[in-house]
């Protein structure tokens, strides 16, 4: 079984097929983790698709496994030049040249590269991304067009360190077990990502407001230093919010970028007193990577997230509960994996005492979403909260009509042409004539969501500090 997976694995790779390629090696690393050629190709694929972080962990876990490999190296070149560390850019280059003969003018080049991109950014403006490992979903596309002025390198923090060293420290904080003074002396005599940044770095942008954020916000800093929160960060009270008060002190931070206007209004409103530099800088997409297809109305709805309560995925079923009775062609595709065990029983229950097997297809995890999308007509969105999600944006983009639950802080984003608050207005907006697929990809466009206008308003905000 295995050797048909990866024969077929292998076989999409050579046609260029490579998220359905990583699918196969998926599979085969689901009952082998370490099986040599799954990790090594699906090293290459991530690569190819520039998901750098992805391709870094299935790199370092070859080199770890296997020992030297110049293809390897040349991929860790690569990730850590574009994460802005040059000098083990070239380490890793020096590595793969050592290794083989295969390739070395290419690589030759790319150590040339990272050398002068060294010597050019000595004069640049040094900015740190400081991230937990795993959390920086929305960074590179930042990163990249970023790098074009300012030396930006990413700082990710291990999940070890996160947990043992910068939770436990907000945490003890927050129960008022350690002072602040304590908590900068622990800072201080332990090696740890966060120092290394400041110590690195003219300005700090810190990514979630998170245990990390807590620590930066008691030190006494020398460097500019910024926090940039997202949504769920605004109701964790165990972690950094005590009697309705953040453990963060903002202001002894330089400044804190949202990413909607409603969250940073919760956040006010439990009395947290933000630095006097604080602006919301909406998503931003890049149109380059997302393809636009002339849709029209039909009966395929998508349905994109990982499915957790919040999500209210139960909603979406009580919309195809009616609009089967209309026309059982409509068919509700799940994209997603569920996180909550409770609420997978009760969702599949429901499906089933709803009698909807027949219209409700889970995908689970979809490797290729571009791909799935291409025979859908609507995203249907019925969360009861939300930051500024990028789901939504990308299928617009693509030409697929939103359908969006009408959450606090909706009418920020989407005109109401496109929000419902019962199930009859989700019903009458999937059966209704109306359809521009254009206009909803120039919506994107005129709200601003692009990566080009994202970073400008970073630029204008790092300026300001």
Known sequence: MVSELKKEAIESFRRGELKKAYGFFRRILSENPEDKEAIYYSAVIFHRLERWRTAKRFALQYLRLFGSDPSMEEILGDVLSFEGDFKTAVKWYKKSLKHSHEGSDR??????????????????????????EGADAFTDDL???????????????????????????????????LKPLVVRFLFSIFPNTLKRALRWADVVWIEWASPVAVVASLLKRKKKTFVRLHRYEAFRTYSFLKENSSLINWQNLDGAIFVSESVKKIVEEKGTK??????????GLNLEKVSFEEKSKGFDIGWVAGIIPRKNLHLALEIMGRLVQIDTRYTLHVAGEFKDELYEIYIKHLVK???????????????DID?????????????????????????????????????????????????FNSVDEAVQKIVEEDYDSKRYRDYV??????????VKAFEEFIESL
């Open 107 to 132: 690589v030759r080049n790319k150590l040339k590269e990272a050398q002068k991109k060294l010597e050019e950014s000595l004069d640049k403006k040094k900015i740190a991304v400081v991230v937990a």
């Open 143 to 177: 990163i990249e067009r970023l790098s074009e002025k300012y030396w930006v390198r990413k700082f990710s923090v291990p999940k070890k360190e996160y947990y043992f060293f910068f939770s436990a420290l907000a945490v003890l904080y927050g129960r008022n077990m």
């Open 274 to 283: 933000l630095p006097e530099k604080t602006v919301v800088i909406h998503n």
């Open 353 to 367: 005492e709803m009698k909807l097997e027949n219209n409700v297809i889970f995908y689970g995890w979809v490797d």
């Open 371 to 419: 791909a799935w999308w291409k025979d859908k007509n609507y995203i249907l969105s019925t969360s009861f909260h939300e930051g500024h999600p990028y789901n939504i944006m990308e299928a617009m983009a693509k030409g697929i009509k939103p359908v969006i639950h009408n959450f606090p802080g909706a009418r920020e984003f989407y005109d109401d042409e496109f929000l």
């Open 445 to 454: 466009i005129e709200k601003d969501w692009t990566i080009e206008h994202q």
